[in-house]
């Protein structure tokens, strides 16, 4: 079995080091075959010449590396076209997915699911932005024709199947949490506590925030 995570970011230089870090030595754990695709989405600082390093220093990890920026979910994408394991997971590069619950995903894909996704039970972030996606994602479960789970983002584990279905579906106004859910199978919703960001400023800018909660509505609601 061979595990592939994919792994947006920009303008993370602050955090690849720990990042590579925390991942390689959660996936040794339990896994020797696996390969860790880091999509590096135009960013302007070093993040492409330490994502280059960690390439150096284990050939597990992958670099993706875009013309330009275009947007986390864009990235998700393109990475995952280009994973090649069995079972796929996507997590965010500033650590607040905690890539050591990876294994307990992939022991519930054994148990029989196919997508394994996180559930935000608590939330380390700023009043008015937990206010607001608790809002939207209850919205969002009133107006869509998919269920779309609660509290949950793309920290996820998925089998090669799902995944074929996903990129198949030709979506290009991406909402990825909704296309999961969309494809159908067998889903877990895993809870945890999603931590704060390791290091850093969010790198989502509101304007950001509100294409992705626009693509999640109209993509997936005829309201
Ligand atoms: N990211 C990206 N492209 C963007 C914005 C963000 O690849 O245009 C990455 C970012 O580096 C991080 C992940 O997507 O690894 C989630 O972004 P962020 O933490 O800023 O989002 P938030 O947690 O605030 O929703
Ligand atoms: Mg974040």
Redesign the pocket.
Known sequence: MKISVV??????EE?IPVLYERVSSAMIKWIDDFEIIC?????KDR?IDLLIDCHRKDPRWKVVSLSR????Q???LAGLTHASGDLIAM????L?DPPELLENFKNKILDGYDVVFGVRKKRK?IVW?KLAYKIYYRFLKKVSQVPIPLDS?DFSMITRNVLNEILASKEHSLFIRGIRSWVGFQQFGYEYERDK?YG??????LK??FQLAYNGVFSFSTF
């Open positions: 792994i947006p970011v920009y303008n993370e955090i999509v590096n989405d135009g960013s993040t920026n275009f947007g986390h864009a990235a998700f997590i965010d590069g500033d607040q972030e932005k983002g960001r850093g400023e969010p790198k989502y800018t950001k925030l």
